[in-house]
């Protein structure tokens, strides 16, 4: 690993249940910066929702990122590991979309975008 930048998501697998504690501090003006396509190869990034985000699901999300979007339309879907399904689950925000999942701070989600956008996360 080298620089990691604040908010960016790591995937870490155990061979056990495992707890562990991360800690960091406090900066509600950081932006995390959101590439699209042009400036990465897909528009996805893996990134992490902060510890003192108000966003509770993956529609919170999306509607999130997209405020610090023009237009607001920022997003294409977001995806988050399903621990009893073992896989990834993508959600867009669509009418035909089941229930947006929760997530939960500290959480990786991959984050698709449509335009460079810089995300300031909502914050308590």
């Known amino acids: ?5 604040k908010g960016e998501g790591f995937f870490v697998k155990v061979a056990a249940n495992t707890e562990y504690i991360v800690v960091g501090s406090h900066d509600p003006g ?27 699901d993956l529609e919170q999300l999306i509607a999130d990122v997209n405020a610090n979007g023009v237009p607001a339309s920022s997003v294409v879907n977001v995806q988050a590991w399903d621990r009893t ?40």
């Open 30 to 56: 950081h932006g995390v910066g959101l590439a699209g396509p042009g400036s990465s190869a897909s528009g996805t990034q893996l990134s992490a929702v902060p510890y003192h985000s108000t966003v509770t």
């Open 85 to 124: 399904s073992d896989a990834l689950v993508l959600y867009s925000g669509a009418p035909t979309d089941p229930p947006a999942p929760s997530t939960e701070v500290g959480r990786s989600t991959f984050i698709k975008v449509n335009q460079d956008v810089t995300w300031t996360p909502s914050h308590f």
């Open 1 to 5: 690993l080298n620089d990691d930048d």
